[in-house]
């Protein structure tokens, strides 16, 4: 990876992955502002380790349309700039009120828990990323990564509106790779298979055995195998655009 200084924004970055993100990002030299929403003890720790100029903290509910707006217009001043938007926030899967060992079924599904899966998972990537287009349109080297999920790419055992959000960040992927092509910002998906962390702990046992029985490496993803290709992307990558990198193992 290059020595220059990347300006890096992670939305998300209290999470597990988000957290392995920062991790890569800080130790190849990356300036970085991430957002939590109430893991703040877990990003305090992770700031604590860094120079204060390397790393800023945003508090961030990705459910809010201004919050977003205002929380990238703060990053970029703050970073001089940006670089590389990373979308690590997901809200998922949910067990089902029937059955604790299934996940949640499409009759149990509400039309509130509909929006608001969409207003976490696919709304706030289309908001967060148009206000970075002003930042990212002065970039040399502009990325914005997503974070999809298998679900959205193959029919696996899964929650509808969690697979439908991740779905249409393809769709999202794709459409903006064209529009923004020109300015030469590079738009891709990370989509992982299941990891030993993180929002898969709320899948019920029986799934993770299943993947795992499926999945050519027979054992889930280490967050830090899905944070190292993501922070790739958002540092070195030149001409990859318009994708889901999937990663699972080969299930
Ligand atoms: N874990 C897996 O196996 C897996 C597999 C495929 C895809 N993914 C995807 O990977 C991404 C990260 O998931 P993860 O496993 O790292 O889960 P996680 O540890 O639960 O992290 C979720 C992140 O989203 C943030 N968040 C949740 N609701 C928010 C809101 N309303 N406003 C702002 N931020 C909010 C959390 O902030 P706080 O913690 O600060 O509240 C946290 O930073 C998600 O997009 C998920 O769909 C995960």
Redesign the pocket.
């Known amino acids: 990876m290059t020595n220059q200084k990347r300006r890096c924004l992670v939305?998300?970055?209290?999470?597990?992955?988000?957290q392995a993100v920062c991790r890569v990002l800080l130790k190849n030299g990356a300036q970085l502002g991430l957002?939590?929403?109430?893991?703040?003890e877990?990003?305090k720790a992770l700031q604590a380790n860094y120079p204060e100029d390397d790393i800023k903290l945003y508090k961030?509910?990705?459910?809010d349309a201004d919050q977003i707006q205002s929380t990238v217009t703060q990053a970029v001043a703050d970073l001089g700039g940006l670089d590389a938007l990373v979308?690590?926030?997901?809200?998922?899967v949910t067990h089902s009120a029937r059955d604790p060992n299934q996940h949640i079924r499409m009759d149990e599904i509400t039309a509130q828990g509909w929006d608001e899966m969409f207003r976490?998972?696919v709304r706030?990537v289309f908001l967060a990323a148009t206000a970075a287009l002003p930042a990212l349109k002065e970039s040399a080297n502009a990325q914005i990564v997503l974070?999809?999920?298998?679900?959205g790419e193959k029919a696996v055992p899964s929650p509808i509106h969690?697979a439908s959000t991740?779905a249409a960040l393809g769709g999202l992927v794709r459409s903006m790779t064209k529009e923004l092509g020109e300015f030469q910002i590079k738009v891709n998906m990370v989509?992982?298979?299941?990891?030993?962390?993180?929002?898969?702990?709320t899948?019920p046992g029986s799934m993770r055995e299943e993947y795992k029985k499926h999945c050519g490496f027979k054992r889930?993803?280490r967050?830090g195998e899905i944070a190292s290709f993501t922070a790739w992307l958002a540092l070195e990558n030149t001409y990859v655009t318009g994708r889901s990198i999937i990663i699972d193992g080969a299930l």
């Open positions: 939305l998300g970055g209290s999470g597990v992955l988000g957002t939590y929403f109430k893991n703040e877990g990003e961030l509910d990705a459910g979308h690590c926030i997901g809200v998922g976490i998972n706030s974070t999809g999920s298998i679900d969690y991740k989509t992982p298979g299941i990891m030993d962390a993180g929002l898969s702990q899948l889930e993803a967050p």
